[in-house]
C-alpha cells in the first residue's frame, strides 16, 4: 500500500528519552560553565563572549535548518550552543545593563508565554515530537532559547538574589521535577511536563556545574570552569555517540501520531487549556510567595556574618588585588577578584535587602573592578582607579 505524505516526513528531533534528559542536564551545565571559563578564565568579556557564541549560534542553526532529518551531533551542538547564549543574555542583561533578576525572570516568562500562544495559533499542537517543518522548527528552538534564559534567571534569583546557594536551589529545582513527574503519571499533559521540566532542568545544570567548579572555601567541590566544562563536554560527546550508533532517541512518524493541523479534539484543548491554567497559577502562587517570605526573612535577618556596619572582608580582597595590580601581577589579581566576585554574591541577598540604594552602588562599583581587572589588555591605572572608587564606598 502506498504510504501518505504524512508517513514519509522526517522527524528532525529526538525521542524524549532518558538519554534526551541525560545530555539536557549535562548542555545546562555546559552552558554555565563554557560562559563562565570563555568570559573569565580566557578573559574574553561578556560583549565579547556573546558576540562570539551568537556567532557560532547561527552557523549551526542553519545547518540544523537545512538538514532533513534528525541529527544526533547536530541537534545537541546547537542545544549545547544554546545553553551558553542563553546564560549570555541573562548575564548581559543583569550584569552590562543592571537589570534586576525579578524582571529578567517575568520578562522571559512572558516571552516564552508569547511563544507558545504563537506557535499553538499557527500549529494547533505545541508537540515537541511532531517537528517537521520549517515553522515548526523555528518555534521549536525560540522556545528552548528562551527557556535556557528563563532557567537562567530564574536560577540566579534563587541562588544569588535570594542568597539560597546553589545546592538548595538545585534541591527545591529537583522537587518540582519530581512533582512535575508524579503529575505526569496522573495525567498531566505530556507536552505541559516536558517544558516545565525543561526550564528547570537549567537551573538544575548550573547548580551542579556551580557546585562542581566553585572552590572548596565557597562550598564547592574546587575542579574549575575549565575541568568541569571538559568532564561535561566529554560526557556528551560519549552519550551522543552512543546514540548515534544505537539510534535509541530516533522515532519514526506515522499516521498514527502526526496528524494534519487543526485534527486536535477540542475536547483535548480545553483540558490541556486548565492544565496549563491551574500549574501556571500554583507556580506563581508558591514563587511569589516563597519570594516574600524569603524577602521579609532577609530584612529581619539579624545573625548574618556581614553588615554594612562591617565591611572589612571587601576592603582586604580589594587591597590584596590592588597590591597585585601595582606588581603588574594581572594573572593573580584576576584570581584573587574571583574571590572578591564570590564573597559579594553570597553576601548580596543580605545587603540588598538592608538596603537596596546602597546596594547598588557597592555593586556597580564591584562589576566595575571585575570589568577592568578581567579585561582582555587590562590597564593599570583605569583598574587602579575602579579598584580605588569600590573601596571608598565601602568606607
Known amino acids: ?69 534528525y541529527m544526533p551531533g547536530l541537534y545537541w551542538m546547537n542545544v549545547a550552543l544554546l545553553s551558553v547564549f542563553g ?100 495525567g498531566l499533559d505530556s507536552v505541559l511536563s516536558f517544558w516545565i521540566a525543561y526550564i528547570m532542568t537549567r537551573p538544575l545544570g548550573a547548580s551542579l556545574g556551580d557546585f562542581l567548579s566553585q572552590p572548596k572555601s565557597n562550598g564547592g567541590l574546587g575542579l574549575g570552569t575549565t575541568s568541569t566544562s571538559v568532564i561535561f563536554l566529554a560526557a556528551i560527546l560519549a552519550t551522543v555517540v552512543f546514540l548515534i550508533v544505537t539510534k535509541k532517541d530516533i522515532r519514526e512518524l506515522s499516521t498514527s501520531d502526526q496528524m494534519p493541523t487543526g485534527e486536535t479534539s477540542s ?14 497559577c500554583i507556580l506563581a502562587l508558591l514563587s511569589g510567595s516563597g519570594y516574600v517570605i524569603r524577602q521579609a526573612s532577609l530584612a529581619n535577618n539579624t545573625n548574618s556574618s556581614v553588615s554594612w556596619s562591617d565591611m572589612s572582608q571587601f576592603v582586604t580582597i580589594e587591597e590584596d588585588v590592588l597590591v597585585l595590580v601595582n606588581n603588574g601581577d594581572f594573572s593573580a589579581a584576576k584570581t584573587r577578584v574571583k574571590d572578591l566576585e564570590t564573597t559579594w554574591d553570597q553576601s548580596a541577598a543580605v545587603l540588598k535587602a538592608a538596603d537596596k540604594e546602597r546596594w547598588k552602588q557597592a555593586d556597580s562599583g564591584i562589576d566595575a573592578v571585575l570589568h577592568e581587572i578581567r579585561a582582555g589588555k587590562p590597564d593599570m591605572d583605569s583598574s587602579k582607579i575602579a579598584l580605588e572608587n569600590s573601596m571608598n564606598m565601602f568606607k
Not at 528563563?150 to 546553589?166: N, Q, R, V, W
Request: overall charge positive.
Open 1 to 69: 500500500m502506498q504510504k501518505t505524505k504524512y508517513e514519509v516526513m522526517l522527524n528532525k528531533v529526538p525521542e524524549v528519552t532518558i538519554f534526551f534528559w541525560i545530555i539536557k542536564v549535562l548542555c545546562t551545565t555546559v552552558g554555565e560553565t563554557v560562559s563562565d571559563f570563555l568570559n573569565v578564565t580566557l578573559g574574553l568579556g561578556l560583549n565579547v563572549t556573546s558576540v562570539v557564541m551568537g556567532v557560532l549560534l547561527a552557523v549551526a542553526l542553519v545547518f540544523q535548518f537545512r538538514a532533513k532529518k
Open 87 to 186: 546564560t549570555l543574555v541573562t548575564d548581559t542583561l543583569t550584569d552590562a545593563l543592571g537589570l534586576p533578576l525579578e524582571i529578567s525572570t517575568v520578562g522571559f516568562s512572558i516571552c516564552l508565554l508569547l511563544t507558545f500562544l504563537v506557535w499553538h495559533h499557527y500549529e494547533k499542537t505545541l508537540s515537541i515530537h511532531l517537528i517537521y517543518t520549517v515553522r515548526r522548527e523555528a518555534f521549536y528552538w525560540l522556545a528552548i532559547l528562551f527557556t535556557f534564559a528563563l532557567g537562567t534567571a530564574s536560577g540566579d534569583l534563587m541562588a544569588e538574589g535570594l542568597g539560597l546557594g546553589y545546592l538548595p536551589t538545585g534541591i527545591i529545582v529537583c522537587a518540582v521535577i519530581i512533582c512535575v513527574g508524579i503529575g505526569y503519571k496522573l
Open 267 to 280: 475536547k483535548s484543548n480545553r483540558r490541556v487549556l486548565i492544565q496549563t491554567i491551574a500549574v501556571i
